[in-house]
């Protein structure tokens, strides 16, 4: 039975408070850290460029990208989250950066064809209708524009899902590189490269894939 953005946004509420404090945050840091060094190795410059942290949650790599930055917009489905979000503007004092609690299949504060970068850091799988999502997301970028998801890596020989499904939850397991290829080409995002990242303080036992794609 799929979960809903609702019960989506309440799972992430649970953690929101201690999310980069907390039992996990050490990890939460270093998996930041790890993609804003992709992100910028991979990307470059981003002077003039207006960003999408999508699955925000507390806007860590989109905080970090934000000097450079033309304007960062945090996107969260879970209220705790995007608070949690807000109080870290106000204290860094970015007058680019904007916090959106939405579900931008339902409510979407952007234009097609409008953002210069999309980035995600363990987010694609747990969205409730991945598909459509990541084909909501290619609309928003600009012709040519580069997209960065990270996504927790699963079994490599778990099976390439179909396209069709659009009321199943699934991923909770992670994405093997094959299912995260076949997901942007089904929303029309050309694959340019994938890496893997890996928290130290995880010792090799928590494993993100990276893919860099352009529409
Ligand atoms: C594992 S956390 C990652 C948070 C952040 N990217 C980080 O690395 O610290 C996943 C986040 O994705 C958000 N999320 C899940 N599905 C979403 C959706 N459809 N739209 C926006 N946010 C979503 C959750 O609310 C949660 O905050």
Not at 184 to 210: D, F, N, Q, R, Y
Request: one cysteine or more.
């Amino acid at each position: 039975m799929a979960k809903s953005t609702e019960e989506v946004a309440k799972e992430w509420d649970e953690y929101a408070e201690g999310w980069t404090t907390g039992e996990m945050g050490k990890c939460v840091l270093e998996f930041n850290q790890l993609a804003e060094e992709v992100v910028r190795s991979k990307v470059g410059d981003l002077s003039g460029k207006s960003v999408m942290e999508f699955g925000a949650g507390h806007g860590v790599l989109g905080l970090a990208l934000a000097p450079e930055s033309a304007s960062v917009a945090l996107v969260d489905v879970a209220p705790k989250m995007i608070e949690e979000a807000k109080k870290k503007i106000d204290s860094k004092g970015f007058k680019n950066v904007t916090a959106h609690c939405c579900d931008v299949l339902v409510e979407c504060p952007f234009s097609p064809d409008s953002l210069d970068l999309i980035i995600s850091g363990s987010v694609l799988t747990f969205t409730p209708d991945l598909p459509k999502t990541l084909a909501k997301l290619a609309d928003l970028s600009k012709p040519g524009s580069y997209q960065l998801h990270m996504v927790f890596k699963g079994k490599e020989d778990a099976p390439v899902r179909g396209r069709s499904r659009t009321t199943e939850l699934g991923y909770e397991d992670g994405m093997s590189e094959a299912q995260l290829r076949d997901e942007l080409a089904a929303a029309k995002l050309s694959c340019l490269e994938v890496g893997e990242l890996s928290p130290p303080s995880m010792e090799g036992s928590m494993t993100w894939i990276w893919a860099l794609a352009k529409k």
